[in-house]
Every structure is written in C-alpha cells, then in structure tokens.
C-alpha cells in the first residue's frame, strides 16, 4: 500500500513539476523587467508591479470600447513601454543626479511612491475589476498527463517573450549595446555607446516584459488592482535570488523557485510555501548577496 | 550616566507641554485618539531616527518589530491569565533581539543599504505570513482582541486619557532619550562611523557593536509603542502592523528632519493630520501618501526641522 501512495506521489509528481516549470515562466517574465532596468538604471523599480496592472486595465478598457482584443493587448503591452520610457525621462532625472548608495536609496523611495499613486488611483477608479484572458480549451494530455490549458498557454507566451529578449540582448547591435553598459558603463561610453539612451530604452524594454508579464498572468489566472506590490515582492524575490543584476540569473531564478512553490505547496500548502520561498530569498542575500546565478549578464 | 548630566532640552518640555494640555482643550473622544496616535508614531519616528538615521540601517520592519512585541505579550496574557505589565518586558525583549539579530547578521554579511532593506522588507512579509498562518494562536487576519491593559490613573482620568498621558510620558522619555543617545559615546560612534566607516573602524571604533546597539534601542522603543498601541486599539492584527505604517514613518521622519531632535514630533502631527483629513478619500489616500512620498525625497531631503532651525540661526543672528 505504501509503494502505491509512493507510486500516486511520484505520478502526481511529475505534473506538479511541469505546472511548477510553467509558473515559474511566468516569475521569470515578471523578474526580467525588474533586473533590467536595476542593472542599468540602478533603481530598484518597486513600481514594477504596478506596470502589470496598468497594462491589464488598458487591455480591459480598450476592448470594451470595441477594440480588436489582440490589438488592444498589444496596445496595453506597449503603452507599458512607453510608461517605463516616461519614468526614466521625468521623475528619476533628478534621482540621476545623486551618487553611489543615495542615489539607490532615494530611486528606492520614489518609485515606492509611485507604487503607492498608483496603487490609489487603480484601486480606486477600478474597484473589483479583473483582467483574465479565457482560453477556450480547458485540458490538454500530454503523454498521459493532463495540464491545464491556460497554464500551459501562459507559460508559452512567458518563454517566446523571454526568448526574444535574450535573442535582441545577444544577437542585435542595440542588445550587445546595452550589455556592454550593464557591465561597465565607463568603458561602455569610451567606446561611444550612449549610455543615457541605452538606460532609456532598458526602461522601456523593462515596461515592456511587464506588459508582456501581464499578459501571461492574464491567461493563466487575473489581474486585479491592488495586488501590484505583492506582485513586485515576487519579481524582487526572484530577482535577488538570480542575482539583482543578472538577466539569465533572473530567467534561470524563476523556474527555480516556480518547481519549489509548485512542490512545497503541494506537500505542504500554500501557507507555509510563501514562507518557504521568503526563506530562501533571506539564505540566499546572507550567503551569496551577488545571487546564486549571477556569472553573466 | 549621572542624572545631574542627563540634557533635557527645554523646547521638548514646551512641546510636551503643549501636548499636554490638548485634552483638556478638548476631550473629545476623537479629538483623544487623535493626540494618542499622534504621541505614539512619535515615539516609532524617534525610533526611526535611531535606526535609520543616526545608524543608516535601512530597517523596513519597523511595524513588524512593534507587531511582534504586541502580539507576544497579548498572547502571553491571555494563555497564562496574568497581567500584560508583566508580559510587555517579555514582548520588548523579543523584538529587541530580533532587530538586534536582523543589525548584526547585516553587518557581519556587509550587506549594503539596499540590501539591509530587501532582508527587512522581507522580514516584514514572513511576520505577516506567520500571524496569517499561525490562526490558533493569533485569529489571522480577523486579528486577535487584547486583554485589558489598566493604565494608571485610569479610575480618575478615564481610561482614554489615562492612556493618552501614560503614552505621551513614554514619548517624553523617548524623546529624552534620543538627544542624550546622541550626545553619549554611542552618538559620537555612529556619528563618525556615518561619516567615514573604514576610518572610524582604524581608529578603533567597534562597527557592528555600536550599530547592534543602535538597532537594539530602537527596536526596544518601536517594541514598547506597539505593545501600547495594541492595548490602546483593543485590538491586533496584521493590517494594524503592515508595511504602509512603516512608510507613514518614513515620510514623518524625512518631513520633518532626519537626524533632528525635533523632527519626529513635527513630523508626526503633520503627517497625521494629513492622513486625518484625507480619510475620506479611500483609497486615494494611498496615492496621496505617494505623492508626498516622492515629492519629499526629491525636494525636501533635509525636513522642515531644519529648516526653522536655519531661520531662527540666521534671526538671532548667531550664526553658528
């Protein structure tokens, strides 16, 4: 009888870990942005989460109006962008200007709040409201194995989103431009690379993951005004654990942690999975603070 | 340190004086609560100052450090049935050295600023999770209603304004406490280790000892006002001691003074009278909060503290 319940655990197992893989796709994507605009920036960008909603409410709000429900995502999606583009060029001028530890300190606290004006202002103009995005298949089986189709679709969107973005930090001028100036931003402007506008456009391709980060989170499960510092605690879990300025560390980060959530919840509940997860977060700035993957860029 | 050599700064006493009298201005149930919020995030803006401002501990746990004493010395009363004066030293002791423990394993790592915050932040969210999840022990979210604290003097004053004044005497100590901290050996260490660490450190100063002090004493002060706030409210649960209370003080400390002896009373009483007045709005109080927030930080670094202090210098003509 004991090899039999093994046998169940084990079978269950093994789904468990797939929709662990997936969701942590989806931690991945919303930790990327975060790491980005920190490595280049240096500002912790604790308004992060707030992007998700917005691009949610967007999307909502446009297809309401009779928009094509793909265009107005894309739309969302890229109006995102263009909020991060806005933040770099207006409020964080000034935070620019400060040095070393202030100028961390004093990001830290205007993009806090930030979180806060915007967290106000969705939650009070869209009270109850969610963005979910229904995917009209329930169930797909795999070999035996049966998955929820919204997961798996949602964890697709997360890895083609990730994808690209190694394929424009690797493979493009513009990518290997702003890699160069994530690693050193003095050699990076000997050699002629305009460091300011590569910091712009980190902020949009970080608004732009968040953007995307809603989109899978919308097809997975919702979005809903409110919970966007609880999604920024998240990205910052993810991203200290990758290491704070590592994108692959991020990337490889989430699905860590997404396979220990997705276990730890099932052999021992929700409850003291989170603290499980906020655990390892704490073992790991105490050990190795630079993160567990921070090797490359 | 002799009691003849204890600095009792006479503006604090007619600013405590003036607290004083508020009840009797008015004794308004309200109008009373009011002036105990006031007095009580005080004293939390004075442990801030410790903390963040004299030992730049980047400590976002504040509420959490208050929470942990409240809770641990509500529970204690109510399993074993005895009195909450007796359980608070306990609930002061616990969250003494659990900020002392949070102080010492920062600096022995070298964490920076930035990360001293990400530990504590999320150190305030495993606080959180563990009342979530600990529901038998502390009612979870619903929160737990605390025992009947007496107050002294409660028979005659009433217990609201009983309470007021055992609250504004601690405070007053509080308050005392930081201009003497500040002058005292540990003050000079911590003003010369925020200056220049590596010097301080040649000369001989002990780093991690004075800043372990340092958050020790605040999170000792931070313990004891939550303790007080948990009797005074009735009740605790985790909206009570959340995050966003840790960033009220922030905003009070930076509004009116980092590092000022007067700041966090300033500070205190304009950013409750905000919040106060701004309770209608909902949620856009939230947004309210932020916007202050920023503005503060990118323009207003220094506090109104600070400021008066430069005019009255520049009045008197001293110049110093």
Redesign the interface.
Known sequence: MIHETLQAIAGGMVEVVIDGILFGLQLSLLAVGLVLIFGLGGILNLAHGEFVIITGIISVVLISSGWNPFIAISAAIFLSGLLGLALDRTVLRPVYKLKGEMEVLVGLFVTLGLAFILEGITSYLFPGFYFSVRIPVETINIMGLSFRASALVSGLISFVSLYLLLIFLGRTMTGKAIRAALQNQTGSRVCGIDVERMRTLVFFLGGLMAGLASLAKGVASSVEPGSGLELTSYALIVGVVGGVRSVYGAMVAGVLLGVVNAIASYLLGTYLTLIILLGIVVVVILYKPSGLFAGGV | MSLRSLYVPKPILIFFAVFAILPLISSNPYHVRIFTIVVLYASFVYAANIIIGESRQ?FLCMSALAGISAYTSSILSLFFGINPWLTIPAGILFSAAVGALLSY?SIV???????V???T???S??FE??I??LRWLTMGETGLVTPVLWWPFQEIAGKRVASYYTILIFTLLVSILYANLVRSRLGIALRAIRSDRVSAEVVGIDVTRYNVIAASIGSGILALGGAFYGYFNGMVSPGVFS?SVD?AI?LMLVLGGIRTLYGPLIGSVAIVFVLETTRG??????????????VL??TF?EGISSIIQRAAVKLSGQGQ
């Open positions: 980047l394993v790592r070298g964490l920076g600023e930035i990360f915050a990400i530990v932040l999320t150190f969210l495993i999770n563990v979530l999840g995050l960033i922030i709005l909902g949620q856009l109080t939230l947004t309210f909060l932020g916007i202050l927030l920023v930080i990118l670094r």
